[in-house]
């Protein structure tokens, strides 16, 4: 962009590459940072670094953890149910679930979807692991808390086949949420009714 030095420049463009975050948005944070203090702009650069060098993933649900908390803290928690296993697409649906205080069990994080368009199959998420939890027994109920689109559905019905075998009960958070949309936008009310009407999954 003519007129613009190159520090200014390279800020915008990174600010760009953030979902969400069209070129007016990326230049109206880069003039903030400008305008912020050094030790404002200093703490904004620690704390992008800090998230790649001390997060890691919990070796149990696969949610992330602080690096060297592992398992993390809601896995070693004893007041959790650990024969109920919520599944869920990404971590910000484990903190969705959480502040409707419904559900008192553990979680499983997938980090994404099965989506064949994308070509993400079954073994690019955190499917494994989830198996490994289910045929070590002691799990009653796997609900399967998946977003209500295309690729939640599939992720389900593929994730009931594998799992059915190994465990009591494989449910599915009832419809009602916005269809298309995710978990983790969903209010409470709506998130709360679509776990207490989890249903079987049907063959
Ligand atoms: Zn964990």
Redesign the pocket.
């Known amino acids: 962009m003519a007129g613009l030095i190159a520090p200014v420049a390279r800020l915008i463009e990174e600010f760009s590459k953030l979902p969400g975050i069209g070129t007016k948005t990326a230049q109206r944070l880069t003039y903030h940072v400008l305008r912020a203090s050094t030790d404002d702009a200093r703490a904004l650069a620690a704390a992008l670094i800090g998230i790649k060098e001390n997060v890691a993933y919990?070796?149990?649900?696969?949610?992330i953890?602080e690096a060297g908390v592992?398992?993390?803290?809601?896995?070693?928690d004893p007041r959790r149910e650990s024969g109920r296993i919520c599944v869920v697409e990404e971590p910000l649906d484990v903190l969705a679930i959480e502040r409707t205080g419904e559900f008192r069990g553990?979680?499983h994080v997938l980090h994404g979807a099965i989506s064949p368009i994308d070509g993400i199959g079954p073994e690019r998420l955190r499917t494994r692991e989830l198996l490994s939890r289910a045929t070590a027994g002691g799990i009653e109920e796997v609900i399967l808390a998946t977003n209500p689109n295309l690729e939640g559905e599939a992720t389900a019905m593929y994730l009931a086949d594998l799992l059915r075998p190994h465990v009591a009960s494989v449910t599915r958070i009832a419809r009602g949420l916005p269809v298309g949309g995710d978990l983790e936008y969903a209010d409470d009310v709506t998130l709360i009714r679509s776990l207490q009407g989890r249903r079987a999954v049907e063959r």
Request: hydrophobic fraction near 20%; charge should be negative; charged fraction near 20%.
């Open positions: 919990c070796s149990v649900c696969c949610n953890t592992d398992p993390c803290d809601l896995c070693a553990r979680y």
